[in-house]
């Protein structure tokens, strides 16, 4: 373990920890661009620089490691003057008509590299950009790349490739020419993309976004907590409301999915709840014409377990099996598999669980 000081507050901390996790540790915000928990840790923007005692010049917190004894600052004036300046030379490197549209974008639809500008009063690129426009790959039918808007901070690329594990997104080139690889032109089918969109959710300027994204303003929704009703991994996720429809899911921070979705979770964990062929009664069929009549929650339920118990009484326990759908928690299939040996009397009970 090591001993590390951050702004005053003392904090002990793994060996191999960097300052940006002894800062999270002694409760202290660092601000970050590039970095990415678990993702992402290449320390090309410098927003997140510090002070060390004893080095002559700012480091990087989030790939600097800590040693025993570390004394660390986070805050001065110096220290908002790198930032300052960090985040300047970021969008001075963005496309010009894309710089605009960074800093012209309302409040709520921001983007992290916008709250950051406004947090460090960096309000237009303080250098001409020089950037050519590039074409925006829009062939995906779920995402958009806009490379005028990329800073090359490789969230997207580290997201893809250490925690989605899809090997999709790459970067060509090097230094300052990097450039995202993304395949999201009209060719985008012959690439490994699954389309889970967790890339989208990782870029911090909206240089890769869902393309639904467009169709509400983030001020005017709420998001809702929820479980993905996909599959039995529970992955939680935020339902965005807007108007009282739901318009959008994003990853949250659950315990089995760490912010990811798949493309199921993302693009299809919704879309049924407003559909206007979705059955909302249950539905009974008209022994004499045959045809599906709605009925009510007692009229379905009574019918149901008279004739599972009609089976049972008449051809014993073993004449019934149950099967549990793969989209129920562990707690359903549990009751489920109870009153299978309770109720039908039966040990034939499996699941389709298989993801
Ligand atoms: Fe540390 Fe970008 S967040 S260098």
């Excluded at 040693?67 to 300046?85: F, K």
């Excluded at 958009?144 to 594990?165: E, F, K, M, S, W």
């Excluded at 995202?180 to 989208?200: H, L, M, T, V």
């Excluded at 009484?313 to 707690?331: I, K, M, P, Q, V």
Aim: glycine share 8%.
């Amino acid at each position: 373990m090591n001993n590390v000081t951050i702004d005053g507050i003392g904090v002990e901390v793994f060996e191999g920890a960097t300052i940006l996790d002894a800062a999270e540790a002694a409760g202290v915000r660092i601000p970050t661009l590039c970095y990415l928990k678990g993702r992402n840790a290449i320390g090309s923007c410098r927003v997140c620089v510090v002070d060390v005692r004893d080095e002559d010049r700012p480091v990087p917190a989030c790939t600097t490691t800590v040693r025993d004894g570390m004394v660390v600052v986070t805050q001065s004036r110096e220290l908002t003057g790198y930032r300052r300046i960090a985040l300047e030379l970021i969008v001075a490197d963005l496309e010009a008509e894309a710089a605009d549209d960074l800093f012209a974008a309302s409040k709520g639809d921001e983007s992290e590299l916008k709250r950051l500008c406004d947090e460090y009063d960096v309000s237009k690129p303080a250098f001409s950009p020089v950037r050519k426009r590039e074409p925006v790959l829009d062939g995906n039918p779920f995402l958009i790349y806009d490379p005028n808007l990329c800073i090359a901070c490789q969230r997207c690329v580290g997201t893809c490739n250490n925690a989605a594990r899809n090997h999709t997104l790459q970067t060509r080139r090097r230094g300052v020419r990097t450039v995202i690889d993304a395949p999201f032109g009209s060719d985008w089918k012959q690439s490994a993309c699954e389309s889970c969109g967790n890339c989208a959710q990782a870029c911090p300027t909206g240089a890769l976004k869902t393309k639904r994204r467009a169709s509400y303003y983030a001020d005017d929704a709420t998001k809702v907590l929820t479980t993905c009703p996909h599959c039995g991994v529970g992955c939680q996720l935020n339902l965005v409301v807007e108007d009282g429809r739901i318009v959008d899911a994003e990853g949250a921070a659950g315990p089995s999915n760490k912010s990811l979705l798949c493309v199921k979770g993302r693009s299809a964990s919704y879309g049924f709840v407003d559909s206007p062929d979705r059955i909302r009664t249950p539905l009974v069929k008209n022994a004499l014409t045959g045809e599906f009549e709605a009925a009510t929650w007692d009229e379905a339920l009574d019918l149901v377990a008279r004739r599972l118990a009609g089976l049972r009484d008449g051809y014993g326990g073993g004449s019934l099996a149950a099967f549990a759908c793969s989209r129920s928690t562990n707690e359903d299939v549990y009751l489920f598999q109870k009153m299978a040996r309770t109720a039908f009397r039966t040990n034939n009970i499996d699941n389709c669980a298989r993801v």
